[in-house]
């Protein structure tokens, strides 16, 4: 993460007491509001460290008071330490007998006193409660503890409250608190912590129907990492080495699997400020060393942008720990980025995935030559950028930056050799994989979400043992292919298999464990995983005679009588 502290225009995640998520943007000098638990001024919460919970307090008369407080564990916890039992003594028998007769299913303390009861004897009725509504609202609105004013009167305005057991009442307090307590948990908002409220809170249709188990599954089988970088200048090497972190991925999630997969390769986030670092930083104790120590680190990255002097005169982007996004819009739909401080529209220089994560369109990829901004515009000399304005001139360099911009990604993507292949889509899969799968290397590993698993049934077929030996036994002509019997090559994918993973809450009691009534449904989620494999060309045959063992070629060179009467002198000598 970008740091332990909630920085202004980040995105944090609000734990509610009702344990429902709400995500909002921290702006500062502007109010948030949370619904029925309140609303406090974001600049109370900058600067203030995660996963601690915080409680709107009441109006506050002085304004340099901050209208949050950390509500302390001692608090949070209160009631749940164990009882003291340091004078405990021996049970009198005979009492206990006495009170098992009259109080059965009871916890008896050893001085015959009454402990646990049972809730045979309590029946649930609203008038129990003797608060009316109106007085409940009336309480709200003054707002008072910060609801715990009104959570201690509730309680004790009940006339059956004696009669609960401990778990009862224990349970009927934790009710009461998540419904009226005015509290929050900030959460830094990551990519499975995402995919929570967008699953629960908000559309799941929208990423898919995913699940965060799921997720992990997919970047886990298409062995999504960090590749660290060989020091040598990619556009230098023309042959540049399988390996060095090149995943495609086709995202119809709104931008939810390259998160992931950004995540995995560590390039979600942006680099945390350097002179923040050295300023809190106790190796500095003034400004002047501050300052050496960045124009240090200033000389020190100028002398390596030297070395590729050569490189830097025309465009290029980077090769190593790229993410190539292939879609079927104009526009790739990135949407969920921007919770990760990322606009695809208009991106930051200092977000990596500005230039490690490259777009194409289907179009671009597989015909080129037809989209328009594929081609080059046109060459204007120098004394003619200096007769046009300064609006002509910056929208001629647009354009080249664009389109050299274009090329380079076609051209990359064009050439292959990715470690990855990444698929969430609604698209016929063995239609992607036609145009995809001869794009990877040997060993990359290909990974298909669906959220029904007949899609990926149809997969395991088309890879199938029984079509792969038809197919070597006679192998069909290039141009025939796709066909009806073989719509992919089945050589290409080894080790079609088809997995789900998906972690249900259950319910775990004697005689009635089942999972929650009050579980998510949905689909399921399925993944489809096999290996890129490189056939060997032409037909493969065994040459040669086979070499056999000695005692076989001794029996064949023998007549069939000449090995009965060997036979039978050697069973007359053990005799």
Known sequence: MSGNLVQPSAYVALRLPSESLSVIQIKPNTTISIGKYGNFPANDLLGRPYYYTYEILDEVDDNSQSA????????????????DTSNCSEPDDARLADLRDTIQYEVVGQDGEVLVRTNRNIIDDTRSQTLTM?????LKAEGKGSGRDLITKMLESHSAIDQKTAFALAKYTLRKVRKYARRFTALPLDVPLLTRWMLIEKDPFKIMEINAETLA??????????TPSNQVCSACNINAQAGIGRWLVVDETGGLIIAATAEKMGILYPAKDKSSDLQKSPLFQNEGDIQQSLQNENELQSQQNSKCRECSRGYTLPRDNTITLVHANSQPNLSLLRYFNFDSTNPATSHPLTRQLKTLSWLQLLSPEDESTYNEPEVVSNE????????RRGSYYRKRRRWERIRSTVDDAQEGGFDGLIIASYMRPATILHYLVPLLRG????????PTVEPLTELVDYYSTARRRAFLANPPEPQTTPSEEF???PTLLLTPAIQTVRCRPWQVLPGRTHPLMNGRGGAEGYIFHAIRV??????????GKPKRRRKDTEDITKEPGQKQENELVEANKSV
């Open 68 to 83: 949050l407080r950390i509500v302390p564990a001692g608090e949070l916890y209160a009631g749940l330490e164990d009882g």
């Open 134 to 138: 109106g007085e409940i609202e009336t």
């Open 217 to 226: 599954l997919i970047s886990s089988w298409s062995n999504v990492h960090f």
């Open 384 to 391: 003619t950028l200096q007769s046009w304005k300064s609006g």
């Open 443 to 450: 060993s990359a590993q290909v990974a298909i979400y669906s």
């Open 487 to 489: 719509p992919l090559n």
């Open 534 to 543: 490189l056939p060997a060309e032409g037909k493969v045959e065994a040459r």
